[in-house]
């Protein structure tokens, strides 16, 4: 026999459990009231604080992008200054690039710098002063600052600048690093580093390396076609294709000042 539900205690539970509500969302609202006092303690106690702490930050961050503006527009400035002094150097006022590309070399480590002493070496080779132009290069090659691109180039044009008074051995040691296939400066760096060969009486090793640069393509045509015809004179074969090679000895031929074709091998 099922029971009767007793509608006394089925109206106390719902009493109980909407009293039990009610205290729910007082307790809500006074955790939320405390929370909210506590927050306008702590703004009262630290608010200026954080505020300080953001407006600093706001200026060290205006501060920065002044900077970056700055360095931005000094940057742009040193590039035309550079570009000015080159422009001279077309028009053949080599004095005045010269004093112009001297400020600009004193410019720290920067590539406006580097390039500003590359020109100014480049000028002290044509008017005969070596000494001063291997002086700018070396300080171009030791510079840990520097991009390594232009070190490993100022190193080679330093090298060729005194090829002639260093020992063959130096000049090995200082450049095969750099002449290896596939190394951007594997042509200039490869011949002089064949030539040094050439004056320690190593026909065996120099032969190969003028063979694989004029093999290159990516070594410029007039290096290819010199290292060609030295590597046949000491007889390896540096032709990898008869018929482009014969082409480019063609027009080779018929350049103003283009060397003679050397004999088939």
Do not use: C
Not at 24 to 30: M, T
Not at 113 to 139: C, F, H, Q, V
Not at 196 to 208: D, R, T, V, W
Not at 244 to 255: F, G, Q
């Amino acid at each position: 026999m099922a029971l009767t539900p007793d509608p006394e205690q089925s109206r106390a539970d719902q009493l109980a459990a909407r009293k039990e509500r009610e205290q729910e969302v007082l307790l809500r609202e006074v955790d939320e009231a405390v929370r909210k006092d506590q927050l306008g303690s702590v703004f009262k106690r630290y608010g200026w604080s954080f505020a300080g702490a953001l407006v600093l930050g706001l200026a060290a961050f205006g501060g920065w992008l002044y900077w970056s503006d700055h360095q931005e527009g000094q940057l742009e400035t040193k590039s035309e200054q550079l570009i000015a002094a080159f422009d001279k150097l077309e028009a053949g006022r080599i004095e005045q690039a010269g004093k112009d590309l001297a400020g600009l070399s004193e410019d720290g480590g920067s590539a406006t710098a580097i390039s500003a002493k590359l020109a100014r070496a480049g000028i002290a080779l044509r008017d005969n002063r070596p000494a001063e132009a291997i002086e700018l290069y070396e300080s171009i090659a030791s510079d840990d600052g520097a991009p390594q691109p232009y070190r490993e180039l100022a190193t080679i044009r330093s090298v060729a600048a005194q090829f002639d008074k260093l020992d063959p051995q130096k000049v090995v040691d200082r450049l095969k690093p750099l002449a290896t296939p596939g190394n951007p400066w594997f042509g200039s760096a490869g011949e002089l580093v064949a030539m040094a060969y050439l004056k320690q009486g190593k026909e065996e090793l120099a032969g190969p390396l003028l063979a694989a640069i004029a093999k290159d393509e990516d070594v410029p045509q007039t290096l290819r076609s010199r290292s060609r015809q030295l590597a046949g004179l000491l007889g390896y074969d540096a032709v990898a294709d008869v018929d482009r090679t014969l082409a480019e000895m063609r027009e080779s031929e018929a350049a103003p000042g283009g060397p003679a074709a050397a004999p088939a091998q």
